[in-house]
């Protein structure tokens, strides 16, 4: 399976991070190593002085498919959870000033903490779903599929013009407002709906 995330898709995101609003989903892959499953620990990387969360709805392809029609595009997925895009803060600064690729910013082992998915069936409208997730047991970002600026069947189309998409890879669809740093000892629990979907600790 390959892991898809898709940048700069919440304005106030952007506007936080002082990037260019895009005008097609920007995307990139992290590998199935930066997987991390509820209940394994995350071991904060000896590379980075600067490791920040960006809690996302993630989408699971159900279809493999490729130039899927975005009016189809609804087909391919079928379950939906909630993950982190841990992200090198510090190195993606360097990546993007020297131009160069940042997969060792955003793909490295780990840096896909995700909960447990949910049926889309069991759930309000794509376009109609809440999350969040608690630092320490306080809200650190809550966010709404209603502030996407690129809805789930818009990425899947246009990821897949590119890269065929394969029966269970997972799509980070980005971040809302409110990314910050973690640190070890911290907790981070994920949440659907106002349901706990994942809790991982930092070591
Ligand atoms: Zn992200």
New binding site residues.
């Given amino acids: 399976m390959k892991i898809v995330?898709?940048?700069r898709n919440y304005l106030a995101h952007i506007a936080e991070l002082d990037r260019e609003l895009p005008v097609e989903p920007l995307f990139f892959m992290k590998p199935s190593s930066a997987l991390l499953l509820p209940g394994e620990p995350f071991v904060y990387p000896e590379f980075s002085q600067e490791i920040h969360f960006?809690t996302?709805l993630v989408i699971r392809i159900c279809q493999s498919g490729r130039c899927i029609k975005e009016s189809l595009a609804r087909n391919h997925y079928d379950a939906i959870t909630v993950g982190i895009?841990f992200?090198a803060r510090d190195l993606q600064r360097q990546c993007i000033a020297k131009g160069q690729p940042w997969e060792i910013a955003?793909s490295f082992d780990q840096s896909a903490p995700l909960g447990t998915f949910r049926p889309m069936s069991g759930l309000p409208n794509p376009g109609d779903i809440a999350f969040g997730m608690k630092l320490n047991g306080q809200w650190a970002q809550q966010g709404h599929s209603r502030d996407m600026i690129f809805g789930f069947d818009r990425i899947v189309a246009h990821v897949s013009r590119f890269v065929t998409l394969e029966a269970g890879d997972c799509i980070?669809t980005?971040?809302p407002q409110g990314v910050g740093k973690v640190h070890p000892g911290d907790r981070l629990e994920l949440f659907l709906e106002g349901q706990a979907v994942g809790d991982f600790l930092v070591k």
Wanted: proline share 0%; hydrophobic share 20%.
């Fill in positions: 995330c898709v940048g960006e996302e895009d992200t955003k980070f980005g971040t």
